[in-house]
Each structure stands twice: as structure tokens, then as C-alpha cells.
């Protein structure tokens, strides 16, 4: 069967555009967006952006615009089927049978599978080299006091497989020679690096570490976090993680999610915690609807993951300042994905691990039902920051600003809202009111930087651009915009066409606009360069909804005066052919559209 849109949107649905630009070009993150060099053509000011939100990205230099699809199509040169195999096969992404790729694809995605299938194989005997340091009665010893301190149950410490690295350079090095394994395969998986003075020579990456295998979501182990066991060693973190290879992607994969997602079938709900010692805690009191981050802060996508899973996240990081600022780094992603975040703390700057193994699991049991919404935490914590002036109002509001900005949902967002107003002793009408200017605000310091003017475009863009901008950036316009007939008055036919397919998107209050759906209806690649312009580039307007009555009253007036100019050319023509019928027709319609715009017009001198 030939790949169509489903498979299409499957693939899409689990890749991140951010994380496949970001290994062809450098990103930096700019308020809610990415901004890079384009890879299509050489520039010296960054003028790509990518927007996460959407899944989407253009070039305001070249014109470059579109998906992750075509993003891979066009820096690839596949077709588009080549494309969605590629990503499927890069991200481990199970597609149903399909038709064969072309010699070359299908040579490229042969190797790239042989060589997954040789990580999974020195994975496992890594895996089962470290589990058997651990077990020998002296060489294992300080690791397994170590777990022992930890109140990790021996039978815990069996079924997940934990092991040992000891602290010589070549202990692994040497047994995967004697297994006959390629010593550039053991540093493709990262379990060997190379000697920085002498590329020749490789050294184990893990020494003198508890080792703990991090498995994907069919329970393959694709990498090892590594605990120190030693105070005394120097320039070496606490944890090490494995680097990233063609079977592990740290920002996508989340410690221990196969587990939980079966945990969590029953009970929607998981608890996000940041260690491998605080998760496997959990394990040791029979509890398994948790994951951990793999050493990195939160990703959109592990949100993403955890979304198709659960209906809430709760965050249980560690009760000092650390942890309280690593959850308030991650609201935005959980808003951005409308996905219901709360939080707990841990009394006397606790973390997990500490508390499960003095409390209990039943206190912690007692904590969860007495989480609180993360938003609502991170507003409490913000207006804590009022000094009591009239001038430290609009400071905390500016603070607050992205919060409220990055809430979709209208309950959570009233709720917010209420908070501060309740707070600042401020009805909500003024904290609305000042909230939009913040985010209007052409000085404000979190805004992102504006894209350059794109090549082409007049600096002035047209009604008919700024109406259409307005729907895409502005969903909720949509309707108005629709129920008006300005649409028949476009005169740009490529504005047009995107208008319609935008009005035939599902958008509010009926449902959620989703701007891929209608990049994937819109069949040019001139329209769909040309949407991914108007969504990406910056709109701030002061009164959006009076702002568009303008537009649409201009474009209305602007399509009355061209009907009337058709209607005297057409009755100029009846005149001349001599046709009394056509000409009472279009006197008619002219004196009907004169009154439609109350005005007074003399056609005696048209007959």
C-alpha cells in the first residue's frame, strides 16, 4: 500500500521538528520559538524559525516554509514517502506494510537498521558484563553496600538488571574484544570514548559507578546512567549518562516509561521525578506510575509521550531551590500541551528518595492528595514577589505575563486570574487588560526577537494578508471572519485559496485549530510556504477583534466599489448590444447596491 496521510500524521505526531533541525543546524530558543541559520541558503543572520508549538517552520530569507516532512524532503532530497520511512526508521516508529522504497532509500534504511541491531546486541552484553561485576563476592562489594544503604531490595536490583563498573580504564574495553565487537561499535553506543591525545586509544566510559540500563519502550536497553561511588574523584559529575546514538535519544525517552505506561492504564495519572535512585524508591514500595527524566531538563516531547498516556503529570522533584526551579522551567511545556501538571514539596528540603525511605509510601500517598496545580504554584510564588507598591503591581503582573499567555484552557486561565486579582486587590478586567499590553508591548524583555522583513514582501502587508494572519494567529477569529463574506472580496487568489481551507478546518469554539491540518490541505508549495510565513511571523496588535472589524469593513467597501465598476462596464456593454432586458437587470442590481451602502446615485445617465 502506497503511505498516505495517516502515516503521515503518525510520524509526525512522535517526532519533534525541534530535535531534527536541531542535528543539521544549531538552534537557539527565542520565546516560544527556535531561531537558527537557514540550511537552504547561506546567511550570516539567523532568520529560520521554528515554532514548537505548531510543528512548523520558515525562512524568512528564502521563503523555505513547512513540516518535519518537508523539512526532510527538501535537506534530504527524498520523496515524500522516502521521508515518513526515514523518520519512522530514525525514531523506531512501527509503520504498517508498506509499498518499497527506491534502491538507494532502501539501501540506506538496510544499514541503518543493521546498525541498530548491532547497538541492541553490545547493549545487552554490556548489560550483562556489569550485572556480573556487581555479583562477585569481593570486586562488587562497595556497589552493592552502596544499593544496600539505598534499601534497594536485592530482588529489585535482579529484576532491573543493575550492575557495576569498576574503576580500571579497559575492563569493559577488554570484554567486548574477547566478544569479537568492533571497538568503534562500543563508542557508536557510547560505552567507549576516545583518548583525547591519541585517537587510537579508547577507555570505558563508566568507571566506578552503580550502573543502571535504560531501556526503550519494547524494554531494549539502549543506554546506562552511571552513579559515582566515590567522593574523592575529581572533574567527575555525580551521574553520567551515556552520549546520544542512533538507539537512544535522551530528550524523547523518559527512565522506566515502559513500566509506568502499563502502571497507568487504570489510573491516568504518573509522577515525574529527576533521579534513577528517587524512581527506583518508588519501585522498593511496590509502586511503578512514575518516570524519570534521563539527565536533561523536561523536553516537549517527553510531554508529548506522557500526554498520549495520562491525563495528569505530577511533579515530585527534589524540596530544595533546585527542584522548585526545575519544575517551574517545565509549566510552560505541560500548557503548551494542555496537559494537567501538579506539584508536591517535600517538607525539610527532601527529595524523593529521602522521604519514601523515613515517611513511607503511605505519606506520600498523603502528599499527593494534597498536590497543587502547578500554574496555580508557580502565580502563589510569583505574587510573593509584590512589595505592596502600586509600581510593584505592573512588575509582578509582567513576570506573571507568560503564565497567563501560555494557558489555553479557559477554566485554568479564569482561575489564574482570580488568584492575582484576589492578590493585587485589582478586578480581573484591569489584570486582562494589562496582561495584553504586556504581551503587545514592543519592549517588553522576554519578547523574542521579530523575524527579518521576508524577501519579496512589502514591509506594508495587504487587508487580505492581514485578515488571513488574524485567522491563523488568532483562531478564534475565524468565525467572524467566515459569517462576514470578506472571503468572496479577495482579490489575491493564493491568499484565498489558504482562507477557505482555513475555514473548512475545524477551529473555536467547536474544536482546537491545528495549523498542520491545514498545511497538509493546502497541495502548492508557493501556498504552503506562504501560511508558514503568516503563522510564524510576529502579529502584535492592541485590539485584535476591533482591528479585524476594520480590515473587513475596508475589504467589504473595497469589493462593493469593484462590484459597482463590473455593473457599469456590464451595462455599458448591454447598451451597446441593445439588450432592454439585461439593462433593467443591472440597473436593478446597481440601484440595490447603492442602497445597500446608503448613498444616493444618479443612473439616469447610464441609460
Same mark, same amino acid.
Given at each position: ?72 524532503? %527538501? ?25 518499497? *522504497? ?6 540506506? $534504511? ?34 552493592? !553496600? ?8 536485592? $530482588? ?16 569493559? /574495553? ?13 563508542? %557508536? ?26 531501556? !526503550? ?22 551521574? /553520567? ?7 537512544? @535519544? ?28 528517587? *524512581? *527506583?524508591?518508588?519501585? $522498593? ?131 489564574? /486570574? ?5 492578590? *493585587? ?15 503587545? @508591548? ?100 492592541? !485590539? ?16 462593493? %466599489? ?22 433593467? %437587470? /443591472? ?18 445617465? @447610464?441609460?
Amino acid at each position: 500500500m502506497v503511505i498516505g496521510s495517516d502515516l503521515a500524521t503518525l510520524v509526525k505526531q512522535a517526532v519533534d521538528i525541534v530535535e531534527v533541525v536541531g542535528q543539521v543546524v544549531p538552534l537557539r530558543r527565542a520565546g516560544s520559538r527556535h531561531v537558527g541559520l537557514c540550511p537552504f541558503h547561506h546567511e550570516k543572520t539567523p532568520s529560520f524559525y521554528i515554532d514548537s508549538s505548531s510543528q512548523m517552520y520558515h525562512c524568512f530569507g528564502c521563503g523555505a516554509g513547512g513540516d518535519v516532512l518537508s523539512f526532510v524532503m %527538501k535537506h534530504q532530497n527524498f520523496s515524500f514517502v522516502d521521508a515518513i520511512q526515514y523518520l519512522a526508521d530514525r525514531y523506531h516508529i512501527n509503520l504498517p506494510k508498506k509499498e518499497p *522504497l527506491n534502491p538507494e532509500s532502501a539501501r540506506i $534504511a538496510e544499514a541503518f537498521k543493521s546498525e541498530q541491531e548491532q547497538l541492541y546486541k553490545v547493549m545487552e552484553l554490556a548489560t550483562d558484563f556489569f550485572s556480573r561485576q556487581l555479583h562477585l563476592p569481593e570486586i562488587g562489594k562497595p556497589a552493592r !553496600d552502596y544499593l544496600h544503604k539505598r534499601a534497594l531490595p536485592p $530482588a529489585l536490583v535482579e529484576a532491573e538488571r543493575l550492575g557495576y563498573s569498576l574503576p580500571q580504564w579497559d575492563g569493559l /574495553l577488554k570484554h567486548l574484544q574477547g566478544c569479537k565487537i568492533d571497538l568503534d561499535l562500543g563508542t %557508536k553506543a557510547g560505552l567507549l570514548a576516545r583518548s583525547s591525545r591519541d585517537q587510537a586509544r579508547s577507555y570505558d566510559r563508566f568507571r566506578n559507578r552503580v550502573i543502571f540500563p535504560i531501556r !526503550d519502550e519494547r524494554r531494549r536497553v539502549v543506554a546506562f546512567g552511571g552513579r559515582i561511588l566515590t567522593s574523592e574523584a575529581q572533574d567527575e559529575p555525580k551521574y /553520567l549518562n551515556s552520549p546520544e546514538n542512533p538507539v537512544f @535519544h535522551k530528550g524523547r525517552m523518559l527512565y522506566q516509561f515502559a513500566r509506568a505506561q502499563e502502571a497507568c492504564r487504570q489510573v491516568r495519572q504518573v509522577v515525574l521525578v529527576e533521579g534513577y535512585m528517587d *524512581l *527506583l524508591a518508588f519501585h $522498593a514500595q511496590g509502586f511503578h506510575r512514575v518516570v524519570a527524566t534521563l539527565g536533561t531538563a523536561l523536553t516537549p516531547h517527553q510531554v508529548r509521550l506522557l500526554a498520549r498516556h495520562v491525563d495528569e503529570v505530577v511533579l515530585a522533584y527534589d524540596g530544595d531551590e533546585a527542584g522548585e526551579r526545575a519544575m517551574l522551567r517545565a509549566l510552560p511545556l505541560f500548557l503548551q500541551e494542555e496537559l494537567a501538571v501538579s506539584c508536591i514539596r517535600f517538607p525539610e528540603q527532601m527529595d524523593p528518595d529521602d522521604f519514601l525511605r523515613t515517611k513511607g509510601l503511605a505519606a506520600f500517598e498523603e502528599l499527593v492528595q494534597r498536590r497543587e496545580d502547578l500554574g496555580a504554584y508557580a502565580i502563589r510564588k510569583g505574587l510573593e514577589n509584590w512589595d505592596g507598591t502600586m509600581t510593584g503591581k505592573a512588575k509582578v503582573l509582567s513576570e506573571l505575563q507568560p503564565i497567563c499567555q501560555s494557558t489555553r484552557q479557559p477554566v485554568l486561565k479564569a482561575e489564574y /486570574l482570580r488568584l492575582i486579582a484576589d492578590r *493585587l486587590s485589582v478586578s480581573e478586567t484591569v489584570i486582562r487588560r494589562q496582561l495584553q499590553h504586556e504581551a503587545h @508591548h514592543p519592549n517588553r524583555p522576554q519578547a523574542a526577537p521579530r523575524p527579518p522583513a521576508p524577501l519579496g514582501f512589502a514591509q506594508s502587508y495587504s487587508l487580505e494578508e492581514n485578515i488571513l494572519r488574524m485567522m491563523i494567529q488568532h483562531p478564534d477569529m475565524i468565525g467572524k471572519v467566515k459569517e462576514s463574506g470578506a472571503l468572496g472580496c479577495f482579490q489575491e487568489t493564493g491568499l484565498k485559496s489558504i482562507a477557505e481551507v482555513v475555514t473548512q478546518t475545524t477551529y473555536p469554539p467547536d474544536g482546537e485549530f491545528r495549523p498542520s491540518a491545514v498545511h497538509d490541505r493546502l497541495l502548492e508549495s508557493e501556498l504552503k510556504e506562504c501560511f508558514t510565513r503568516l503563522l510564524l511571523d510576529p502579529f502584535d496588535l492592541s !485590539d485584535p477583534p476591533l482591528q479585524l472589524q476594520d480590515w473587513l469593513d475596508a475589504v467589504l467597501k473595497r469589493g462593493r %466599489k469593484q462590484r459597482w465598476l463590473d455593473l457599469r462596464e456590464a451595462l455599458r456593454q448591454a447598451e451597446q448590444s441593445g439588450d432592454p432586458v439585461q439593462i433593467r %437587470k /443591472l440597473l436593478a442590481e446597481i440601484q440595490g447596491l447603492n442602497v445597500s451602502q446608503k448613498r444616493p446615485a444618479d443612473t439616469r445617465d @447610464h441609460v
